[in-house]
């Protein structure tokens, strides 16, 4: 099953119908259609904090890096308000509050190694954690 962008990108979804698991009083539930990065996005976001799940920013990408800039792309409520978080493992820099979802991260250093993540300033909940080196 490949979704309507195929031709760009090779994508992996999920093609059979919508699923959900209950537990306690919250609700993991997979779309039909999601893509497997969504999908894994998800369960982690659920097993770190299940009333996250549907507040936080998901299926977050890369979608284009260079040497000095990461471009970000997130599924979130559209009400949100976003504090992208950076570090290079020496200095943390919160990027100030966004509504957007897509964001380009710029005055990077070449070649260096960065963790993102994102926060739904609104309900406090945060994205996974991403790993991305800037190129040289």
């Not at 090779?10 to 999601?34: D, F, R, Y």
């Not at 904090?49 to 284009?64: E, F, G, M, N, Q």
């Not at 820099?93 to 250093?109: A, C, E, F, K, P």
Request: hydrophobic share 40%.
């Amino acid at each position: 099953c490949l979704p309507p962008d195929a031709d760009k990108f090779l994508k992996i979804v999920h093609c059979q119908p919508a699923m959900s698991l209950a537990v306690g009083n919250n609700t993991l539930s997979i779309p039909q259609g999601a893509r497997l990065d969504e999908v894994i996005q998800r369960i982690l976001l659920f097993m770190a904090d299940p009333t996250c799940v549907d507040s936080a920013p998901k299926a977050i990408r890369i979608i284009h890096k260079t040497s000095t800039s990461i471009r970000l792309r997130w599924i979130g409520p559209t009400d949100g308000a976003y504090a992208i978080n950076i570090t290079d493992g020496i200095t943390p820099n919160v990027i100030n509050t966004v509504s957007s979802t897509d964001w380009t991260i710029d005055n990077l250093i070449p070649g260096t190694e960065y963790t993102i993540y994102i926060e739904n300033t609104n309900a406090s909940c945060s994205s996974v954690v991403l790993t991305v080196t800037t190129l040289i």
